[in-house]
T-cell receptor
């Protein structure tokens, strides 16, 4: 049962524009959310996170928004760069454990 | 950031053999490590939670006798795939927690191919 869902398997964005990656979750116990970036044949790299007590967290070009009532979060990348091309995984966890629940990932392609 | 290594990065083995994958936290001690498996075009799936000095906790549907996990020290966890079959071919990734649950660092992964 997929508790974290990324319904868009792929996204293509022009360089300089905004990339918006979406993620939905079903478990109301989740209170911490993370985004990871992954290149083929490598482990995920932590990108940005947000606690459920916040609705926005910003780090440079990356901003994560959390809408608890809708159980939805999104990652905004602006401006997008070709080097941002990778698979982005949304993950969630709860205070009762450390294990991460991952979405299926969204493959982002930033074209020049 | 903290470094987690995995060895080997790639392994090809014959069906029926056993393969051991090592996960090491290089610059910090990790009482808890996790093992994930990624199928093509699918999400990372948690296989088990590895706790130093105690038995691993396996997720539902993961055979503990097939995927042996040993967390012998605060910097090393091993995953042994016993009697490997072609369907075990996958990308296995470990992670280690440093201080709190939001500091989870991933290894580079191990590509296992069973012929």
């Amino acid at each position: 049962d997929q508790q974290v869902k990324q319904n868009s398997p792929s996204l293509s964005v022009q360089e300089g524009r905004i990339s918006i990656l979406n993620c939905d979750y079903t478990n109301s116990m989740f209170d911490y959310f993370l985004w990871y970036k992954k290149y083929p044949a490598e482990g995920p790299t932590f990108l940005i996170s947000i606690s459920s007590i916040k609705d926005k967290n910003e780090d440079g070009r990356f901003t994560v928004f959390l809408n608890k009532s809708a159980k939805h979060l999104s990652l905004h990348i602006v401006p997008s760069q070709p080097g941002d091309s990778a698979v982005y995984f949304c993950a969630a966890t709860s205070n009762s454990g450390y294990a991460l629940n991952f979405g299926k990932g969204t493959s982002l392609l930033v074209t020049p | 950031g903290a470094v987690v290594s995995q060895h080997p990065s790639r392994v090809i083995c014959k069906s029926g053999t056993s393969v051991k994958i090592e996960c090491r936290s290089l610059d910090f001690q990790a009482t808890t490590m996790f093992w994930y498996r990624q199928f093509p075009k699918k999400s990372l799936m948690l296989m088990a939670t590895s706790n130093e000095g105690s038995k691993a906790t396996y997720e539902q549907g993961v055979e503990k006798d097939k995927f042996l996990i040993n967390h012998a020290s605060l910097t090393l966890s091993t995953l042994t795939v016993t009697s490997a079959h072609p369907e075990d071919s996958s990308f296995y990734i470990c992670s280690a927690i440093r201080d709190s649950y939001n500091e989870q660092f991933f290894g580079p992964g191990t590509r296992l191919t069973v012929l």
